[in-house]
């Protein structure tokens, strides 16, 4: 069960292993883009190249739903980046319903655990395999393994090793559960003894505005845990009050003692678009202005008059 390109890659892993995967159980299609044309999810584009039984619920409650996995009779199933399931769903195989998390849980519950880790600048996070239950992200754990976040890493990165790393932590613990081996750990045995949790809530649009007067490690955390999705923004203002969005994709973060205003732009109209914070200067490698493409800083600049606009994003 998974919608998202990083759920491709354990359904790649298992099929490998040589497992029998009875279904595909995927979002429905839906329309997308300028033309609204219908798209379905890239694990059904791999099911579909598989060959592989798809089955693709408006609602997961649905009696008849229900009834078709239940006529399946699978052993095991295996979620990633999925809804939540009812107990009606999870509670049919034999040897349970376990989930892949991108993070050490019980460290950053939620959905959006990458970027989270990333915007509160860990260096440390991993991949959990979990039997789901009746909350969110709370069920015993199966396995886990640490994953290194290097100090320049965008979200981007990090799901990259993460959906490598999970999924063979997803073959792992099919082969552990198979072989009637598995001890699942409480979470709350975790809880008594870690340090207090961060959760990862859902991201909202307003969560990805850049704050300029934040310290420069802080805005830098937050440009790269939203690379390349949904990604940060800002904006320009041009001098009759209208705005134009930005989006910024990649920057450095340079500390330096300074007297501008938080927000000020800093260019040589060419190559370099640095702007201020309260301790520094984020210099802005990557960007994508309104109704444009994501580009280069020299080509943001050779195509954008900066004088027609105020010398600072807000």
């Given at each position: 069960?998974?919608?998202?390109?990083?759920?491709?890659?354990?359904?790649?892993?298992?099929?490998?292993?040589?497992?029998?995967?009875?279904?595909?159980?995927?979002?429905?299609?839906?329309?997308?883009?300028?033309?609204?044309?219908?798209?379905?999810?890239?694990?059904?584009?791999?099911?579909?190249?598989?060959?592989?039984?798809?089955?693709?619920?408006?609602n997961?409650?649905?009696?008849?739903?229900?009834?078709?996995?239940?006529?399946?009779?699978?052993?095991?199933?295996?979620?990633?980046?999925?809804?939540m399931?009812?107990?009606?769903?999870?509670?049919?195989?034999a040897?349970?319903?376990?989930?892949l998390?991108?993070?050490?849980?019980?460290?950053?519950?939620?959905?959006?655990?990458?970027?989270?880790?990333?915007?509160?600048?860990?260096?440390?996070?991993?991949?959990?395999?979990?039997?789901?239950?009746?909350?969110?992200?709370?069920?015993?754990?199966?396995?886990?393994?640490?994953?290194?976040?290097?100090?320049?890493?965008?979200?981007?990165?990090l799901?990259?090793?993460?959906?490598?790393?999970?999924?063979?932590?997803?073959?792992?613990?099919?082969?552990?559960?198979?072989?009637?081996?598995?001890?699942?750990?409480?979470?709350d045995?975790?809880?008594?003894?870690?340090?207090?949790?961060?959760?990862?809530?859902?991201?909202?649009?307003?969560?990805?505005?850049?704050?300029?007067?934040?310290?420069?490690?802080?805005?830098?955390?937050?440009?790269?845990?939203?690379?390349?999705?949904?990604?940060?923004?800002?904006?320009?203002?041009?001098?009759?009050?209208?705005?134009?969005l930005?989006?910024?994709?990649?920057?450095?973060?340079?500390?330096?003692?300074?007297?501008?205003?938080?927000?000020?732009?800093?260019?040589?109209?060419?190559?370099?678009?640095?702007?201020?914070?309260?301790?520094?200067?984020?210099?802005?490698?990557?960007?994508?202005?309104?109704g444009?493409?994501?580009?280069?800083?020299?080509?943001?600049?050779?195509?954008?008059?900066?004088?027609?606009?105020?010398?600072?994003?807000?």
């Amino acid at each position: 069960m998974g919608t998202p390109g990083f759920a491709v890659a354990p359904l790649e892993a298992l099929l490998h292993a040589g497992y029998t995967i009875q279904a595909v159980v995927t979002a429905p299609d839906r329309p997308a883009g300028r033309g609204k044309k219908l798209r379905f999810s890239e694990v059904k584009a791999k099911a579909l190249e598989s060959g592989l039984t798809i089955l693709q619920p408006g609602n997961l409650k649905d009696p008849d739903f229900i009834s078709s996995l239940e006529a399946l009779e699978p052993d095991l199933m295996v979620v990633v980046a999925f809804s939540m399931l009812p107990a009606a769903v999870w509670q049919i195989p034999a040897l349970g319903t376990f989930n892949l998390h991108a993070s050490l849980l019980p460290q950053y519950r939620g959905a959006a655990p990458i970027n989270h880790v990333i915007i509160n600048g860990e260096s440390q996070t991993g991949v959990t395999t979990f039997l789901i239950d009746e909350e969110i992200d709370t069920g015993n754990i199966l396995l886990q393994e640490e994953v290194a976040v290097g100090p320049e890493d965008s979200a981007g990165d990090l799901h990259d090793r993460l959906m490598d790393r999970g999924a063979h932590l997803v073959v792992k613990t099919v082969e552990l559960l198979a072989s009637g081996a598995a001890r699942p750990k409480p979470q709350d045995l975790l809880t008594q003894t870690a340090a207090p949790l961060n959760l990862a809530p859902k991201i909202f649009k307003e969560d990805c505005r850049i704050l300029w007067d934040k310290p420069g490690q802080s805005v830098f955390n937050l440009i790269r845990g939203l690379s390349p999705y949904p990604a940060a923004f800002t904006s320009l203002s041009r001098q009759d009050g209208t705005k134009v969005l930005c989006k910024i994709y990649a920057s450095s973060f340079q500390r330096k003692d300074h007297q501008q205003q938080p927000g000020t732009i800093l260019s040589d109209g060419k190559t370099q678009l640095s702007v201020a914070v309260r301790d520094g200067w984020i210099q802005i490698h990557s960007l994508q202005q309104e109704g444009k493409r994501r580009m280069e800083v020299k080509d943001f600049l050779a195509g954008i008059n900066l004088s027609s606009f105020l010398p600072r994003f807000s």
